[in-house]
């Protein structure tokens, strides 16, 4: 239990972010199943709402055909027993009908096979049909009531009749009866198919239109299909939608009822529209978790940021602790010895003054280089470039070091360049700070009685200051983070060498400002490689 609790602890952003994850990501997989049930549902109901258009345009057909079969084929059986039936044809007359081609009455009170009469718009009479495919049409049709007003059978009640068999003479049929349900005559009518295909269909069409679909404005953008019994296209509202697959289809339901209706729409299809919700608005789902996500783990980097930061500031507030109690007790211990004539010897007194100084030389460069960061943090830090020969710099700040190592230190081997280099505007002070940091990491990291050679040389356009160790040397992994500020290299058991973490830092913000690079070259148990590049240009 005690590890689970230390290692929460340890990991409490990734945590954090674990707990704000899991319920995100329920989220988005309950929106998904939503969304596809949702798909599912508008797609169902988009093509409900084709099949209601569909059977909308059915209905208006059947009632324009209904309206004008019950105008028309309404004629009182008392016309045909009194023999009266030019009446039917001066009412005809009066109220001309749209989509008829041609009315007819068959009169079954005279003849017994029945008299077939035909209506002439242009004489206003009922006139004896010539012999013709109509005529035929219209015998074939009404037989069934010949055969049954010739054996005096009871019709059932009264009704409309669509008879097309011929496809070319399609007839609604009235039968008449009498009182005692005996067929008297026959009321009849022969539709006008290309009023129906030119007039009648387009405006059923574009009637309907508004009621199922206000968002469209045309009847092309649903791309209507009629087609006959054949399956040749009668009627198509767009081109594109022949070759498509219908949506949806149906029949006509009361006259016209070998053609076919469809419906195919491939800009507002069901399925499209509904996928293409889907797809929207889980995508817009899916960018809005990413954003979120993406601000959330910002969040938390910056959080774990400054946590590091705030636990490498402790370490750093430690270790400059220490590496300022170890000088100061070391001066106090020889001061204390000298104020008490320990060293009455004229060469311990030499010896306990050399070791205050090193000790007061060390406060100063760690003084010097936490004042230095801190100028360059709150950028007040400025620098003063002038032309100097690097070699002098160099070759001074390594003799000046190598005058306060300990006996027991390492030694340093200077190697210069074997032609004299050019001027170049540098801030002495600076490269110094920057060269002796590079040179105190080397001694720290160098075992007692080893060599740091430093080289200063040219290399085709560039000036190199070259530090070189023997020491522990430096993973790879560690090498791209060691010049970050406060960082400090994992020693393991074999050092415990104790710093600030500021100095390469400082460096590497020096040598940034002369326009240069420092890179490092390192193996653990080699040694390292410390170059700080500057460009002659």
């Given at each position: 239990?005690?590890?689970?609790?230390?290692?929460?602890?340890?990991?409490?952003?990734?945590?954090?972010?674990?707990?704000?994850?899991?319920?995100?990501?329920?989220?988005?997989?309950?929106?998904?199943?939503?969304?596809?049930?949702?798909?599912?549902?508008?797609?169902?109901?988009?093509?409900?709402?084709?099949?209601?258009?569909?059977?909308?345009?059915?209905?208006?057909?059947?009632?324009?055909?209904?309206?004008?079969?019950?105008?028309?084929?309404?004629?009182?059986?008392?016309?045909?027993?009194?023999?009266?039936?030019?009446?039917?044809?001066?009412?005809?007359?009066?109220?001309p009908t749209e989509g008829i081609r041609r009315?007819?009455?068959?009169?079954?009170?005279?003849?017994?096979?029945?008299?077939?009469?035909?209506?002439?718009?242009?004489?206003?009479?009922?006139?004896?049909?010539?012999?013709?495919?109509?005529?035929?049409?219209?015998?074939?049709?009404?037989?069934?009531?010949?055969?049954?007003?010739?054996?005096?059978?009871?019709?059932?009640?009264?009704?409309?009749?669509?008879?097309?068999?011929?496809?070319?003479?399609?007839?609604?049929?009235?039968?008449?009866?009498?009182?005692?349900?005996?067929?008297?005559?026959?009321?009849?009518?022969?539709?006008?198919?290309?009023?129906?295909?030119?007039?009648?269909?387009?405006?059923?069409?574009?009637?309907?239109?508004?009621?199922?679909?206000?968002?469209?404005?045309?009847?092309?953008?649903?791309?209507?299909?009629?087609?006959?019994?054949?399956?040749?296209?009668?009627?198509?509202?767009?081109?594109?939608?022949?070759?498509?697959?219908?949506?949806?289809?149906?029949?006509?339901?009361?006259?016209?009822?070998?053609?076919?209706?469809?419906?195919?729409?491939?800009?507002?299809?069901?399925?499209?529209?509904?996928r293409a919700g889907f797809h929207f608005n889980?995508?817009?789902?899916?960018?809005?978790?990413?954003?979120?996500?993406?601000?959330?783990?910002?969040?938390?980097?910056?959080?774990?940021?400054?946590?590091?930061?705030?636990?490498?500031?402790?370490?750093?507030?430690?270790?400059?602790?220490?590496?300022?109690?170890?000088?100061?007790?070391?001066?106090?211990?020889?001061?204390?010895?000298?104020?008490?004539?320990?060293?009455?010897?004229?060469?311990?007194?030499?010896?306990?003054?050399?070791?205050?100084?090193?000790?007061?030389?060390?406060?100063?460069?760690?003084?010097?280089?936490?004042?230095?960061?801190?100028?360059?943090?709150?950028?007040?830090?400025?620098?003063?470039?002038?032309?100097?020969?690097?070699?002098?710099?160099?070759?001074?700040?390594?003799?000046?070091?190598?005058?306060?190592?300990?006996?027991?230190?390492?030694?340093?081997?200077?190697?210069?360049?074997?032609?004299?280099?050019?001027?170049?505007?540098?801030?002495?002070?600076?490269?110094?700070?920057?060269?002796?940091?590079?040179?105190?990491?080397?001694?720290?990291?160098?075992?007692?009685?080893?060599?740091?050679?430093?080289?200063?040389?040219?290399?085709?356009?560039?000036?190199?200051?070259?530090?070189?160790?023997?020491?522990?040397?430096?993973?790879?992994?560690?090498?791209?983070?060691?010049?970050?500020?406060?960082?400090?290299?994992?020693?393991?058991?074999?050092?415990?060498?104790?710093?600030?973490?500021?100095?390469?830092?400082?460096?590497?913000?020096?040598?940034?400002?002369?326009?240069?690079?420092?890179?490092?070259?390192?193996?653990?148990?080699?040694?390292?490689?410390?170059?700080?590049?500057?460009?002659?240009?």
């Open positions: 239990m005690s590890r689970v609790v230390s290692y929460l602890r340890q990991h409490t952003l990734w945590v954090g972010f674990a707990a704000v994850l899991a319920p995100l990501a329920l989220l988005l997989g309950a929106q998904f199943v939503w969304l596809s049930r949702l798909e599912r549902v508008s797609a169902i109901a988009r093509q409900a709402a084709l099949y209601n258009y569909l059977e909308a345009i059915g209905s208006e057909v059947q009632y324009f055909y209904r309206s004008e079969a019950e105008r028309s084929l309404n004629v009182p059986a008392s016309l045909f027993t009194q023999g009266r039936l030019e009446k039917v044809a001066a009412a005809w007359k009066s109220r009315l007819f009455l068959v009169d079954y009170t005279r003849q017994p096979f029945g008299n077939f009469l035909v209506f002439n718009p242009e004489s206003g009479l009922l006139e004896a049909p010539l012999a013709s495919d109509e005529s035929l049409a219209i015998i074939v049709a009404c037989t069934p009531w010949q055969v049954l007003s010739y054996r005096k059978g009871r019709a059932p009640a009264s009704a409309l009749h669509v008879d097309e068999r011929n496809a070319e003479e399609r007839i609604i049929l009235n039968p008449i009866l009498d009182e005692a349900s005996g067929v008297v005559g026959v009321a009849g009518m022969i539709l006008d198919e290309e009023y129906f295909i030119k007039k009648l269909l387009p405006d059923a069409i574009d009637h309907s239109l508004p009621s199922f679909f206000p968002d469209v404005s045309r009847v092309a953008d649903l791309g209507v299909i009629v087609r006959d019994a054949k399956g040749t296209v009668i009627l198509s509202a767009r081109d594109d939608a022949v070759a498509a697959t219908p949506a949806v289809t149906t029949r006509f339901p009361f006259v016209f009822g070998d053609w076919t209706l469809s419906l195919q729409s491939p800009r507002t299809g069901p399925e499209r529209w509904a889980m995508s817009l789902s899916v960018l809005l978790a990413a954003a979120l996500m993406g601000g959330i783990l910002l969040a938390l980097r910056a959080a774990n940021r400054a946590m590091k930061l705030s636990a490498m500031k402790s370490d750093f507030v430690s270790n400059v602790s220490h590496e300022l109690r170890t000088p100061l007790a070391s001066i106090r211990v020889f001061a204390e010895l000298l104020r008490l004539g320990k060293a009455a010897a004229p060469e311990k007194v030499q010896e306990y003054g050399g070791f205050i100084e090193g000790e007061s030389r060390r406060l100063t460069r760690l003084i010097d280089n936490i004042l230095d960061f801190s100028r360059i943090e709150s950028g007040r830090k400025s620098y003063r470039l002038v032309q100097t020969d690097l070699h002098e710099i160099v070759e001074a700040t390594v003799h000046s070091f190598e005058v306060h190592l300990r006996r027991d230190g390492p030694r340093l081997l200077f190697e210069g360049p074997t032609a004299p280099l050019p001027l170049r505007p540098v801030d002495p002070d600076a490269i110094t700070l920057a060269l002796h940091n590079l040179l105190d990491n080397a001694v720290k990291y160098s075992g007692k009685g080893q060599e740091v050679r430093i080289r200063l040389a040219r290399e085709e356009d560039e000036l190199v200051i070259e530090v070189r160790d023997d020491g522990i040397g430096i993973a790879r992994d560690e090498q791209r983070r060691i010049f970050e500020r406060f960082h400090r290299v994992s020693t393991g058991l074999l050092h415990e060498v104790k710093g600030s973490g500021l100095g390469l830092s400082i460096v590497h913000h020096i040598v940034q400002v002369h326009g240069g690079r420092v890179t490092v070259d390192s193996e653990p148990g080699k040694g390292s490689r410390f170059c700080i590049r500057l460009p002659l240009g």
